[in-house]
């Protein structure tokens, strides 16, 4: 028996059975259930197509109500955090890369260490700043909005914690890429009077295609599954404003009363469906323009 042979699986196997039992099967099961009528405690039952339609053509139902609701929320929450997680990210790490920059490794620490506080951690912090009796806003500046409550203040505290946590794992992505750019490119194009502006578009974005193509993509996906935020920030409101697709999702799964699992696997599908899509035309698009 070649040893040298079945190697390769010794490395691959764990993650491979890792994938099948906690991604793929649950995936195929979520499908299937989707299909079906279930409350979690019975055996599914076979409905067909019956929750999709439902879901997507009913107005008269709640669930048609929800799904739409939910989906317009988690659109608002992608068109508006991730530009931000993108742009920011990405001109920090320029900032960073600047000679005149001191301790560089320092700043990418602290700008790092809030992606490693979990979601329930950092909700916990931000929701005490922006408290009008005790937190920095009400003391310090004065201000009596009660932010979870009101809007457009919902949807900015659940950006701000959003970016505040999300900023640094891009950021090193962007600075590992541009660490690896000649230095040679830059300095020829300063010499040539080449400014900073000129410099970032014409040799900083092409030389880092595929990693702003990769973050674009899963920071996409990842806004697209937003859950934590909106659940421990505004719970929701007010009046079901920052309710996102996830949160009907785990609402109907698992929430108070019977389960209706069923349905709540024709949501995810359909949300994963919308992803799918989505990634597909990004990855398209900006592979194209960057040919």
Request: glycine share 8%; proline share 4%.
């Amino acid at each position: 028996m070649n040893k040298k042979l079945f190697a390769p699986f010794f490395f691959v196997g764990p993650h491979l059975i890792l994938f099948l039992i906690f991604i793929l099967i649950p995936t195929i099961y979520g499908i299937y259930a989707s299909f079906t009528q279930w409350n979690l405690m019975n055996d599914p039952v076979w409905i067909g197509l019956a929750n999709y339609k439902t879901i997507l053509f009913d107005s008269s139902s709640t669930f048609h109500t929800q799904f739409f609701n939910g989906l317009k929320n988690t659109l608002l929450f992608v068109v508006i955090s991730v530009p931000l997680l993108i742009v920011i990210p990405l001109l920090v790490a320029v900032a960073l890369e600047h000679k005149q920059v001191k301790l560089k490794g320092v700043i990418q620490s602290i700008i790092y260490i809030p992606g490693l506080i979990s979601i329930s951690a950092a909700a916990l912090i931000w929701l005490l700043i922006f408290n009008k009796q005790l937190g920095i806003t009400g003391n310090v500046f004065h201000s009596q909005v009660a932010w979870a409550a009101t809007q457009p203040y919902a949807w900015i505290i659940i950006f701000v914690i959003t970016v505040w946590g999300g900023v640094g794992g891009n950021m090193i992505i962007y600075r590992a890429s541009i660490a690896g750019v000649s230095k040679e490119l830059y300095e020829a194009a300063e010499i040539d009077g080449a400014g900073s502006v000129r410099r970032f578009f014409s040799i900083t974005l092409p030389s880092i295609n595929f990693p702003l193509i990769y973050t674009f993509v899963m920071t996409t996906a990842g806004a697209f599954n937003v859950f934590g935020q909106p659940l421990m920030m505004t719970d929701g409101g007010p009046r079901q404003s920052t309710h996102v697709l996830m949160m009907y999702i785990r609402q109907l799964a698992f929430g108070q009363g019977e389960s209706i699992a069923g349905m709540a696997s024709a949501m995810a599908v359909l949300l994963g469906l919308v992803i799918l899509v989505i990634s597909a035309l990004q990855y398209y698009v900006m592979n194209r323009n960057t040919r």
